[in-house]
Nanobody, 117 residues
Framework: HVQLVESGGGSVQTGGSLRLSCTFS????????MGWFRQAPGKEREGVAA????????NYADSVKGRFTISRDNAKNTLYLQMNSLKTEDTAVYYC???????????WGLGTQVTVS
């Protein structure tokens, strides 16, 4: 049974930082990809960052490059998103998700709210 639980969201001022965590279970170590997505009110969900098997490959949306960093700690079964230099347009509900074997992001957490003002 796969479970993903996000935490670390909150309210922060423009220019501030937050670190999101996603604790996962029921996922084996050789999963293809894990990612962070976000959805702002009235907008479609968008991909923010992704990390691939072996934690050697990452990918970022242009809007967050240079500000956000995705990482994964297999020993702690946790995915992270370090967010720096936050902007008001980063306000959204942030979700973590996993693509187990190049089949698409099949498993999702319930999300954590990030508000930047």
């Amino acid at each position: 049974h796969v479970q993903l639980v996000e935490s670390g969201g909150g309210s922060v001022q423009t220019g501030g930082s937050l670190r999101l965590s996603c604790t996962f279970s029921g996922i084996h170590d050789h999963i293809y990809c894990m990612g962070w997505f976000r959805q702002a009110p009235g907008k479609e969900r968008e991909g923010v960052a992704a990390i691939y098997t072996g934690a050697t490959g990452t990918n970022y949306a242009d809007s967050v490059k240079g500000r956000f960093t995705i990482s994964r700690d297999n020993a702690k079964n946790t995915l992270y998103l370090q967010m720096n230099s936050l902007k008001t347009e980063d306000t959204a509900v942030y979700y973590c998700a996993t693509d187990p074997a190049k089949v698409g992001f099949a498993y999702w957490g319930l999300g954590t709210q990030v508000t930047v003002s």
